[in-house]
């Protein structure tokens, strides 16, 4: 019934588009039909989008925020790369959101965002992204889109199979993607096999604040764990990831570690190892990493290092874990939204290989095992295998759904997205990208609720799209309609850094909750200046403390004098403002820092330590309003032996 | 005259809602505001439309040099006119009941009518007189002078009632729920004299 009303609305949809377009004169034969690809993705100024797609920066550490189906970017989320528009990363209030276990990391590589949901439907509190260099996960504000708490993930190295979260949001994964000795030693690399361990982490988010905590690290063997993907609906309760390199082979990996004529998905029972670790089971074992958490009343972060992990070894909690064999090397692992089936496509192979959780089950309870590996109990093939998907295609990547019964999963090397039926395994449709697609992703497309309305292609190779920019092209997405029987392309649109993975959800359910301003009266930065009078100067030794406002279109004060070079100048800035949209900018010259951008009713910190002699500016960066331009102001720097009086003036 | 009274006493009870709705709404918008800014005008002070309103406008009015918008302590109307409103509803009450007493007739009744039409004028010229100062007066060293096209200084005083347009702004000014009230309350105290005539009449004939 529900996939009917779904049909109904798109049908409805179509039907307006097509009327509309009548409207217009064009007429209703082929013709017509593509041209109303263009009214699909028009959105008229003054109209807003469907819906909204996260997309991850990859190499650019961030998220990146768009608008479907008109591909417009709204907004680039700083997350584990330092921002210099904002100042994330660079204000003294975001610096410890980048704070880790081996120092301050400005960069990651930022792969595969997922919204929070209940129920195994998307719930729009907040988003999560893995970074894999260094490893870490976010959570990022669905109310502010701000990155709101990392925390790093001890044991692990190439955070990859993250960040994919439960169905009510009770963990966040993050599988390792590279093995490592644990703890971390000085030993020779080939004796990788049986020495390194693969650290797949489960994080509890409170359900209330989303406060990020590792509850336990499941010490598997070392493979190589490449994606995840939580059960959903019947299979609620476990969690699948998909191995490589269970040769364990340590060098030249494109051929060593493709001599198994099957790896495995591992699928772990993380209720059962919850039950054994509430019950004071695991190993709490020293390690060292970093919790980091922007608190928005102070709108300042702190960051805290944490001594010590627990870890559970997958062979004391039997029937926890077992390995589920899959042609050589999968990559994407996915969950339909029934549960049912859990698709490991085999990056080098043709074909799809779709397990049954049932009969998963079935094999489980008779004991139906294939051997085992380093203890853990291999499911025989045949015994758990729902179909095949023989498609033609090379090199399937990943898998969404639609709701509506469908399948769509990419494929590398034959650069097509293939649509195929759950349950019959036949191929539908197929439709080329261009080039080289890796993710895809529907709306929702992970979760019990998919909105089958749009595919967003992912692809890696831009080349002959766009007009060219160089050698060096920004990567392309590709918008298909999924309405139909046929999958139609309708528009593509360059994205910024190499989304690797998207995460999309209706307008409807965000925006509306989009938050506006940050009251001034809930400020409670410890150096804010809430009303004009607050504003001064104080030194402290050579560190010298500015409380400074903006409002359109001063600073308060705007003279400065009794700065000496050798000083550590802290401007701690406020924004008067409580107006939506209206942040101003603060650079002073010679800072070897970034400029900040300051929010309505938020307070930012910037420091500069003057190194010459001189009347020194500063200038609001963003244009904010008619008197932008007069909106400046200078600092005296006197030498390190004067002794001049600290004062500071406005309109004097 | 005993309904009569009973309708004289309610009619100046409405005037009540003074207390709790606005009097008057201005609301400024544009293309570029979607969402308008906007004042409400309360009988003891001026509030936002949205919470953060009046600061919104003062800042875009302090271009033109126009003043901040009073606040309640700024004004002497803000305390009196609580007062003016509270003294009529007991006074309209208070002859609404000496009515139905039968102590005194319906020409009262046309006589409280009377006075309060009498302050509701002097209200609103007052209110006027306001609007034009808060219009016209502007600070000298303001940051842009505008002018009209005959060379005299541009007014930002808002219509009393009615729309109007200023700069790229259209100003939409009209009486709300407190206004209504009133209104409504006034109009009750005519009909209750209309019926205590008419009840007068009938006995006599
Ligand atoms: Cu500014």
Request: charged share 20%.
């Amino acid at each position: 019934m529900k996939n009917y009303k779904h049909y109904l609305v798109a049908l409805i949809g179509s039907a307006l588009l097509f009327s509309c377009g009548n409207q217009n004169g064009k007429s209703s034969s082929n013709g017509a039909l593509n041209s109303s690809n263009a009214e699909k993705v028009y959105v008229a100024p003054g109209e807003q989008d469907e819906f909204y797609a996260f997309m991850s920066g990859g190499y650019s550490g961030n998220l990146t925020v768009y608008g479907l189906p008109s591909g417009r970017m709204f907004k680039e989320i700083p997350v584990f790369s330092q921002f210099p528009t904002s100042g994330y990363g660079y204000s003294e209030e975001t610096k410890p959101m980048l704070e880790t276990s081996f120092g301050f990391v400005p960069w990651d590589d930022s792969h595969h965002p997922d919204i929070s949901q209940t129920e195994g439907v998307l719930d729009g509190r907040w988003i999560f992204i893995n970074g894999n260099n260094t490893p870490r996960i976010a959570r990022i504000s669905l109310t502010t889109f701000e990155t709101e708490e990392i925390i790093e993930i001890p044991n692990s190295a190439g955070n990859h199979s993250s960040s994919f979260i439960t169905e009510n949001t009770e963990y966040v994964v993050a599988g390792t993607r590279f093995s490592v000795p644990v703890p971390q030693r000085d030993m020779p690399i080939n004796e990788y096999k049986s020495n390194f361990k693969g650290a797949l982490s489960f994080i509890s988010v409170d359900p209330e604040h989303g406060h990020m905590d590792i509850k336990f690290q499941l010490m598997m063997p070392g493979f190589n764990y490449d994606l995840s993907h939580p059960g959903r609906d019947k299979s609620h309760g476990w969690f699948f990831f998909t191995t490589y390199n269970t040769e364990e082979a340590n060098s030249l990996l494109e051929v060593n570690a493709s001599q198994n004529d099957k790896d495995f998905i591992a699928a772990v029972n993380w209720k059962k190892i919850e039950e054994y670790v509430n019950n004071g089971g695991g190993t709490m074992m020293p390690a060292n990493y970093a919790h980091n958490v922007y608190d928005e009343a102070t709108h300042t972060a702190t960051s805290t290092m944490k001594k010590e992990v627990l870890t559970v070894d997958p062979l004391k909690v039997p029937g926890a874990v077992y390995f589920l064999p899959t042609p050589k090397s999968p990559h994407g692992c996915d969950v339909d939204p029934t549960g049912q089936y859990i698709i490991g496509n085999g990056k080098l192979s043709a074909d799809l290989t779709v397990h049954s959780f049932d009969k998963m089950i079935a094999a489980i309870e008779g004991k139906k095992f294939d051997g085992e590996a380093y203890g853990i109990p291999i499911l025989k093939f045949e015994d758990i295998l729902a179909g095949v998907v023989k498609s033609g295609g090379l090199g399937p990547l990943h898998t969404e759904f639609d709701g509506k019964g469908n399948a769509y999963t990419t494929f590398f090397i034959t650069s097509e997205v293939v649509k195929w039926k759950l349950g019959t395994w036949e191929v539908i449709d197929r439709k080329p990208t261009f080039y080289s697609v890796g993710h895809l992703m529907i709306p929702g497309g992970n979760s019990r609720k998919p909105f089958g309305k749009y595919v967003v292609a992912m692809n890696k190779i831009t080349k002959d799209r766009y007009l060219p920019t160089g050698p060096e092209l920004e990567h392309s997405a590709q918008l298909y309609d999924i309405t139909g029987e046929k999958m139609e392309l309708i528009y593509d649109f360059p994205t910024h850094g190499e989304p690797h993975y998207a995460a999309g959800i209706p307008a409807s359910i965000l925006a509306p909750k989009s938050q506006k301003i940050y009251r001034l009266d809930d400020n409670k930065h410890p150096y804010a200046a809430i009303t004009p009078d607050q504003t001064r100067v104080e030194r402290k030794g050579n560190e010298v403390h500015i409380y400074m406002s903006m409002i359109r279109s001063h600073f308060t004060p705007d003279n400065i004098e009794g700065v000496k070079v050798g000083d550590k100048v802290y401007f701690h800035i406020t924004n008067h403002e409580q107006d939506f949209d209206v942040p101003h900018g603060f650079a002073m010259i010679g800072q070897n820092t970034s400029e900040l951008l300051i929010m309505p009713g938020q307070t930012k910190t910037s420091v500069w330590e003057p190194k010459k002699v001189g009347v020194w500016p500063f200038y609001c960066t963003d244009f904010c309003s008619a008197l932008h331009q007069e909106m400046q102001g200078y600092v005296r720097v006197s030498p390190a032996d004067a002794n001049i009086e600290l004062t500071w003036t406005l309109g004097e | 005259m005993k309904k009569a009274s009973i309708v004289m006493m309610v009619g100046s009870l409405l005037l009540l809602g003074l207390y709790f709705f606005p009097l008057w709404n201005i609301m400024l918008g544009a293309p570029q505001y979607p969402e308008p800014l906007g004042m409400n005008i309360y009988i003891d002070g001026i509030k936002g439309f949205n919470e953060f309103d009046i600061q919104n406008i003062d800042g875009l009015n302090h271009y033109i040099g126009m003043k901040t918008l009073p606040k309640p302590e700024d004004m002497w109307e803000f305390s009196a006119f609580p007062k003016v409103i509270g003294g009529m509803v007991f006074l309209g009450v208070l002859i609404g009941f000496l009515g139905f007493m039968g102590k005194v007739n319906h020409k009262w009744f046309l006589g409280w009518l009377i006075l309060m039409s009498v302050l509701g004028v002097l209200g609103m010229y007052d209110f006027n007189a306001w609007m034009t100062d808060y219009g016209t007066n502007l600070d000298p060293h303001a940051i842009m002078k505008l002018a009209n096209p005959d060379g005299s200084p541009m007014s930002y005083k808002p219509p009393l009632i009615g729309k109007a347009k200023m700069l790229n702004f259209d100003v939409d000014s009209w009486p709300r729920a407190g206004a209504y009230m009133m209104f409504l309350g006034m109009l009750l105290t005519f009909v209750a004299y209309i019926m205590g005539k008419k009840s007068r009449n009938t006995k006599t004939s």
